[in-house]
Nanobody, 122 residues
Framework: QVQLVESGGGLVQAGGSLRLSCAAS????????MGWFRQAPGKGREFVAR????????DYADSVKGRFTISRDNAKNTVYLQMNSLKPEDAAAYYC???????????????WGQGAQVTVSS
């Protein structure tokens, strides 16, 4: 069982940056693939990025590649999403998720945080 708590959301101007954090409690954090997803009003939950348990490999949606960076600190049981060059279309609720087999599909992640709101003004 893993409990996840996101923080770091807020309001930022287009072109600005934010860093989201997701703190995990429970056992064996490093055994979990960690993912970030987002959901804008009226839209489905969308894959953003994921990172392997060791942190040595990551994967990004095309829409954020080159602007967002996912990382993790297993000593702190925390995963991060650094978001740069934010665009209005990045505005959404951002969720972190944990899975032992996670890929780009949200239904492969059994554990979810409560979400952090990101608002981008133009």
């Amino acid at each position: 069982q893993v409990q996840l708590v996101e923080s770091g959301g807020g309001l930022v101007q287009a072109g600005g940056s934010l860093r989201l954090s997701c703190a995990a409690s429970g056992r064996s954090f490093s055994s979990y693939i960690m993912g970030w997803f987002r959901q804008a009003p009226g839209k489905g939950r969308e894959f953003v990025a994921r990172v392997t348990g060791s942190g040595t490999a990551s994967d990004y949606a095309d829409s954020v590649k080159g602007r967002f960076t996912i990382s993790r600190d297993n000593a702190k049981n925390t995963v991060y999403l650094q978001m740069n060059s934010l665009k209005p279309e990045d505005a959404a609720a951002y969720y972190c998720a944990a899975s032992t087999i996670g890929d780009r599909y949200s239904n492969t992640y059994p554990y979810w945080g409560q979400g952090a709101q990101v608002t981008v003004s133009s």
